[in-house]
């Protein structure tokens, strides 16, 4: 059985660095690609970070340069590292697995539809 609960979200204040944490049961890395989300109350949700089984890397335009996914496969847990935050960055921010449907499959990992497990989530606020 999969289960994601993410931690590490907190007030901080514009300019501030905050990370991540998403540990990850029932979750093999190989077999699976990872994402975090993020959402605002009363809108959709955004794919902030992607990470495949290979190692490729996807960031939305809005984070690239100040955010970093990555992941340690022994102790099971993904990782957003977020600096230079801005007040736009608030949102509670969510971590997202799916298991790869072949060899042949290539997600596209900010994609909310491709995914089948999500955490419940955790808040981030940065002030300014």
């Known amino acids: 059985q999969v289960q994601l609960v993410e931690s590490g979200g907190d007030s901080v204040q514009a300019g501030g660095s905050l990370k991540l944490s998403c540990a990850a049961s029932?979750?093999?890395?190989?077999?699976?690609?990872m994402a975090w989300f993020r959402q605002v109350p009363g809108k959709e949700r955004e794919g902030v970070a992607g990470?495949?089984?290979?190692?490729?890397?996807s960031y939305a335009d809005s984070v690239k340069g100040r955010f970093t996914i990555s992941q340690d496969n022994a102790k099971n847990t993904l990782y957003l590292q977020m600096n230079s935050l801005k007040p736009e960055d608030t949102a509670i921010y969510y971590c997202?697995?799916?298991?790869?449907?072949?060899?042949?499959?290539?997600?596209?990992?900010?994609?909310?539809?491709?995914?089948?497990?999500w955490g419940r989530g955790t808040q981030v606020t940065v002030s300014s």
């Open positions: 990470i495949e089984s290979d190692g490729t890397i």
């Open positions: 997202a697995a799916a298991k790869y449907a072949g060899s042949w499959y290539t997600p596209v990992v900010l994609h909310e539809q491709e995914y089948t497990y």
């Open positions: 029932g979750v093999s890395f190989g077999d699976y690609f």
